[in-house]
């Protein structure tokens, strides 16, 4: 993960599925040792994300709104998924869920980003 520097990196702890052939491997690993690994694992890619994110502080991006309300609203870039990846806060006034627009980035944390709309 140090050497790849992935951008967004999932991690899922095993559970045994109903008829999968799966169950039947001897071995598997125990509940414990799988927390701690997807402890260690979830925490290494937050530091990745982290100091990936703090690189676009102070860059103005394109971000479609997702949601609006109190001076502001949320929404996601162009390389993010909704409902599973960050989010991009954005303060600023006039948008509509659906409008894209252009965001200078102020902040950061190993999620998601926040800025304010710059006029187009």
Not at 67 to 73: I, L, P, S, W, Y
Not at 76 to 97: C, F, L
């Amino acid at each position: 993960m140090q050497e790849a520097q992935l951008d967004r990196v999932g991690c899922f702890k095993y559970e045994p599925v109903s008829g999968a052939k799966a169950n039947e491997l001897e071995g598997a690993v125990p509940p414990e040792v799988q927390e701690e690994r997807w402890h260690r694992f979830m925490a290494l890619q937050q530091g990745i994300s982290a100091e990936r994110l703090a690189k676009k502080v102070g860059k103005t991006i394109d971000v479609i709104i997702d949601e609006t309300g109190n001076g502001g609203a949320t929404g996601r870039s162009s390389a993010d998924a909704p409902e599973i990846d960050g989010v991009v806060r954005v303060t600023g006034t006039g948008m509509n869920a659906g409008d894209i627009v252009k965001v200078k980035i102020t902040a950061s944390d190993e999620y998601d980003l926040e800025g304010t709309r710059v006029a187009a």
